[in-house]
């Protein structure tokens, strides 16, 4: 094993999971994160300073706008927005250069479920091409090796004339990566490296033609062949895996506080951060009992599209394309966490039909493999939605290894 440690950036890193996945592994140096949200960059830097013992995480963790590439290379000052920083430029000289870049563009514009609720198929969203800043970076840096996460979506987009993975796959050939041929094989399944969460993401790793020459396309095949899944788990881990020991919180009858946030749930002796129930209005309180209980009983009756989508119009008197409800199960890994949990968790019912209600922002880290020791700060709203966009960090980690591995066999 060599001595020095890997040096990375992270782009687009929301609250960090990718990179908490990478420091969990040892072996990587995170020299700096850029994000352009203040509740995910507040986050990241009480993770860097209090978790992973960076000093300077307040320089290391860089708020602002990637599309602005120029400015994030050589730095900026009193923005009215963003503030100052030295830049890019700076911190990577100082670091010596780096090794690896880590991240992924926002996925929204590339999901199917996006283009699905979008009236033009998300074909004008300025988040089609963000991955060309991710590119200048790249070009720039130039890093041995990268990994770009997102959703199998992408495979499939076409924003404009042309499908956007053969824009993508070109624009990484031109600036001297080499990827997989048949990016399909790139497709992972979470659930197979120990996340209780039914989650496929599209894992792009690719490696410098330059720096690996003839070897580089037999490097990347063999990161996906041989070294990546030598980390898959031999049995998969289900909901009750990931949250089964949490203090369990009951519906009261009236509403109360906590730390500012109103619930109307129990509060655990045991302070569990992040597990407060959200609100829950006395119509959601019925429906998540009628539906856990059906469950439990064995009466099925509520298992159906057909039957949730009725009962849906019944409660509401409105009509939807989409079933609105699903109980977790206990023995299973859960559904998707999205960031779409913001808005509401009737897709996230909890199973005992005891607590009757929705996932707790502790319960959703939990499904995302964040540890009990990354503590959130920020709205309920700010929270779910930022654990929604994250790379869960169990498979980072073993992502990490991963990459470790080939920069070690093929150096």
């Avoid at 960059?41 to 978790?51: A, D, G, P, V, Y």
């Avoid at 996925?107 to 991955?131: K, P, T």
């Avoid at 089964?244 to 009261?252: E, I, R, S």
């Avoid at 569990?272 to 609100?279: D, E, S, Y």
Wanted: aromatic letters at 10%.
């Amino acid at each position: 094993m060599k001595s020095r440690k890997i040096k990375s950036i992270d782009l687009f890193a929301g609250c960090g999971g990718l990179m908490d996945g990478f420091e969990q592994s040892g072996f990587y140096d995170t020299i700096a994160a850029v994000e352009w949200e203040k509740a995910p960059c507040r986050n990241l830097e009480k993770r860097l300073k209090n978790k992973w013992k960076y000093k300077d995480a307040e320089q290391r963790v860089i708020r602002f706008d990637i599309q602005r590439t120029d400015e994030l290379f050589s730095g900026w000052d009193n923005d009215e927005e963003y503030g100052s920083s030295i830049g890019l430029d700076r911190l990577i000289s100082n670091a010596g250069g780096i090794d690896v870049i880590i991240g992924g563009p926002p996925c929204q514009a590339y999901s199917i479920a996006g283009r699905v609720r979008d009236e033009n198929g998300m074909r004008d969203d300025y988040r089609n091409y963000l991955f060309e800043s991710y590119i200048k970076v790249l070009e720039r840096y130039k890093p041995k090796a990268f990994i770009f996460e997102n959703v199998p979506g992408m495979l499939s987009a076409k924003p404009g004339d042309r499908p956007i993975i053969n824009i993508v796959r070109e624009s990484f050939d031109s600036a001297g990566y080499c990827l997989l041929p048949h990016l399909r094989k790139a497709i992972i399944d979470f659930t197979e490296y120990g996340v209780p969460q039914n989650r496929k993401r599209i894992i792009i790793f690719g490696v410098s033609k330059d720096a690996f020459g003839d070897k580089a396309e037999e490097i990347v095949e063999d990161f996906y062949s041989n070294i990546l899944p030598q980390y898959k788990v031999k049995k998969k881990k289900t909901v009750y895996d990931a949250i089964g020991d949490l203090p369990k919180l009951y519906p009261l009858k009236d509403d109360i506080r906590f730390n500012g946030v109103r619930t109307r749930h129990s509060i655990p002796e045991n302070d569990v951060p992040n597990h407060i129930a959200r609100w829950q209005s006395d119509r959601d309180v019925g429906i998540f009992k009628l539906l856990t209980e059906d469950i439990e009983s064995g009466r099925n009756e509520y298992t159906s599209i057909s039957a949730l989508k009725q009962l849906y119009t019944k409660m509401t008197g409105k009509e939807s394309n989409v079933h609105k409800y699903h109980v977790l199960r206990w023995d299973e890994p859960s559904n998707l966490i999205p960031a779409h949990l913001y808005k509401d968790g009737l897709r996230h019912i909890h199973p005992d039909s005891k607590q009757q209600r929705t996932l707790t922002v502790r319960e959703a880290a939990r499904l995302q493999t964040f540890a009990d020791d990354y503590i959130f700060e920020g709205s309920n709203m700010e929270l779910y939605k930022m654990i929604g966009n994250a790379v869960p960090p169990r498979f980072a980690k073993c992502c990490a290894m991963a990459v470790n591995d080939i920069l070690n066999k093929y150096e």
